[in-house]
């Protein structure tokens, strides 16, 4: 886990949700740009899981079934052995010893930037926009810019779209621009 681990029911408040999310789209709409980054950050907060799966990994690591590390991050991971008596071999960042391993636990996030994926790269160097800590400013259509056949969604759209560009509501306001 590359941080603490946290526990919500969502990974936004429930306002974003529920009938207050039209006053709250409103909102933030009417920020300049700077400002939705700002509101995107403050509502998500960072990785959380549900409370039920927060509870099960805890009694899991008291039970000695597993053990979780905090604050890592996976550098690689092979298999190594057959595929009925294989177990993985992981490593990290730190200076921790390789890890042997019978299951790993995949979980979705990753740091919003670009740069980090070839494809937007390269549409960046290309034709050039404006990005905010890593978010491109796409068009109110979510296209890369003016007159370009390129299309973003979620986190890559969530300056137009509002703190909830990841979830299905977000993602169905999305389809409709």
Partial sequence: VRSELRSRQFDIPKGWMGPGRGKLLEEFFGKPVTKRLHAIQGARGGGSMPPESLTFLKQAQEDDE?????????????????FEDGHWIVNLDSDMRPLECDIILLATGADIDVDQYPVLKSM?????????DGFPHVQDNL?????????????????????DALNLAGGRHGACR
């Avoid at 597993?66 to 057959?82: D, N, P």
């Avoid at 370009?148 to 509002?162: D, I, K, P, R």
């Fill in 124 to 132: 960046l160097e290309q034709c050039p926009i404006d990005i905010y």
């Fill in 143 to 163: 296209s890369w810019a003016e007159g370009e056949n390129f299309y973003v969604m979620g986190t890559m759209a969530a300056l137009q779209l509002g703190p």
């Fill in 66 to 82: 597993l053990t979780l590390l905090c604050g890592q991050q996976v550098s690689s991971a092979s298999w190594v052995g057959s």
